[in-house]
């Protein structure tokens, strides 16, 4: 089932997320997640935007969230995307189930683009992106560094929205 994350579910978000704290590149983050700040994260983002969870049998296997691109007023309409599946559930379709539940959900949104960054190299999330029509826009080099090596970090992006979408989506109020 797929679901709006809930306060309750911080504490296994944070163990799929911790795992690759701890174990991958593919987060920038060095430090461990506790709980409460997992629970703040959920919450912070839930006012303004989407953060879904894929539960199975009372577990979460993997979660889902887009938050603004740049604080900035002018990105108002871009935001960027993450996505974690727990490690016993990589391969299983999860992934591809959720990010499709996004970005349906973000039909409700004026959100023309979404951004993804991935650290590289990952050719299973630069699948799974370009299967959901995400293209490749950029590539930074080295600049992350986590254990002990320098990380480039390609950016794939997907206009969900034209302009007219977008005046649609505000003039709804």
């Known amino acids: 089932m ?10 296994q978000i944070c163990q799929i997320y911790n795992y690759y704290v701890e174990n991958s590149g593919a987060t920038f983050e060095e430090q461990l997640v ?3 700040v997992m629970a703040e994260r959920i919450a912070s983002i839930q006012k303004q935007l989407p ?8 577990g979460i296997l993997g979660y889902a969230y887009v938050s603004p691109w740049k604080p900035r007023s002018a990105y108002r ?3 960027e995307s993450s996505i974690y599946t727990a490690n016993s559930a990589a391969g299983k379709g999860i992934g591809k189930r959720l990010y499709q539940a996004l970005l349906e959900r973000l039909s409700d ?9 991935i650290a590289l190299p990952n050719p299973a999330s630069i699948k799974l992106h370009e299967y959901l029509g995400f293209h490749k ?3 930074f080099e080295r600049v992350g560094f986590k254990f002990g090596n320098w990380i480039d970090v390609g950016y794939w992006q997907q206009q969900i929205k034209t302009e007219e979408q977008i005046n649609q989506c505000l003039n709804k109020d």
Do not use: H, K, M, N
């Not at 953060?51 to 009372?58: D, I, M």
């Open 77 to 79: 309409f871009s935001v």
């Open 109 to 117: 949104y004026p959100i023309s683009t979404v951004i993804a960054g």
């Open 137 to 139: 826009v950029a590539e």
């Open 34 to 36: 506790s709980q409460g």
């Open 51 to 58: 953060w879904l969870v894929f539960e199975e049998a009372g």
């Open 2 to 11: 797929i679901r709006d994350a809930q306060g309750r579910d911080s504490q």
